[in-house]
């Protein structure tokens, strides 16, 4: 299972850090992603990051403030969040994929449980 942390309250305008811990090396060859979801809006794509880290992929409302990375070596991906904005506010989603780089929520084959994120303004 996945497991997002790093979750918290933050006003406007401050950063936050998520973190995604895989459960082993297996997910080192996975696309990772992070997605989103506020209270009654439907999940959404913020990033994700291809197995190597070479690539990348951003949703527009984030692109140049979030920036996404992983650690292979710690089977760990990061979401880090500046001048974050009060729309910001949602769970906060890691998922993985075994195949390329992807937007679609169900695209992806693995879930963690979530991690809140509260931005006030």
């Known amino acids: 299972q996945l497991q997002a942390s790093g979750g918290g309250l933050v006003q406007a305008g401050g950063s936050l850090r998520l973190s995604c811990a895989a459960p082993?090396?297996?997910?080192?060859?996975?696309?990772m992603g992070w997605f989103r979801q506020a209270p009654g809006k439907e999940r959404e794509f913020v990033a994700a990051i291809s197995w190597s880290g070479g690539s990348t992929s951003y949703a527009d409302s984030v692109k140049g403030r979030f920036t996404i990375s992983r650690d292979n070596a710690k089977n760990t991906v990061y979401l880090e969040m500046n001048r974050m904005k009060s729309e910001d506010t949602a769970v906060y989603y890691c998922?993985?994929?075994?195949?390329?780089?992807?937007?679609?929520?169900?695209?992806?084959?693995?879930w963690g449980q979530g991690t809140l994120v509260t931005v006030s303004s």
């Open positions: 082993g090396p297996t997910f080192s060859g996975y696309t």
């Open positions: 998922a993985a994929r075994a195949r390329g780089i992807s937007g679609i929520v169900g695209a992806y084959d693995y």
